[in-house]
């Protein structure tokens, strides 16, 4: 079950609750496994992964699997859902509270919140574009919101019965969506290309 998703510029890492998969985009072949605890949301620096666990976000070496330091995560345990790297801080999506949180990655201090209407499942950048998955009601939406006032600007419909639980944009036209109990991660053309 992926639970959160990113991509560090080759391949795709899924977190699936005891361990982090990598897998190649092109054919789903898994390349690298990490035995470590992955609850929710994942990000990629451009160096380092940072993993939502329980109530904490550990950064992780992902050559060897360690974990490098923790911060506490902003929300009890089941709330934080969605996490990615932009603009030098981490992002994260937290489900029940319905809404972003900008976080200070050294301290975990909350530098910006953002609300949204609906439950947040992911949240990722596309470009200088913020965009999050949403649930309610058993339906799934893509969205680019104003990363200020969180006004909706673009929505994409999901098709039914597909749930989002993670969401990262490749840079190059491709978001990955954890589909949670489906097991799989897909791939979703960025609709503005």
């Known amino acids: 079950m992926p639970h959160g998703v990113t991509f560090d510029g080759r391949q795709v890492w899924a977190a699936t609750g005891e361990s982090l998969l990598a897998f190649d985009p092109a054919n789903g072949n898994v390349t690298r496994t990490l035995d470590v605890s992955s609850d929710a949301g994942t990000a990629f620096d451009g160096k380092h992964l940072y993993q939502i666990a329980e109530s904490r976000i550990d950064r992780i070496d992902p050559a060897t699997g360690r974990v490098l330091d923790s911060i506490p995560a902003p929300a009890d345990r089941g709330s934080n859902s969605?996490?990615?790297?932009?603009?030098?801080?981490?992002?994260?999506?937290?489900?029940?509270?319905?809404?972003?949180?900008?976080i200070d990655p050294k301290d975990g201090r909350v530098l910006r919140t953002i609300e949204s209407d609906r439950f947040v499942t992911g949240v990722t950048w596309a470009n200088d574009e913020l965009w999050h998955g949403t649930r309610e009601n058993d339906e799934c939406e893509l969205r680019q919101v104003d990363a200020v006032s969180g006004e909706v600007l673009t929505r994409v419909q999901m098709p039914g019965g597909l749930v989002v639980s993670g969401l990262e944009y490749d840079g190059a036209g491709t978001f990955y969506c954890g589909g949670a109990a489906s097991g799989k991660v897909r791939a979703v053309r960025y609709p503005k290309a």
């Open 82 to 102: 969605g996490l990615t790297w932009a603009e030098g801080s981490l992002w994260i999506g937290q489900y029940r509270d319905r809404r972003i949180l900008q």
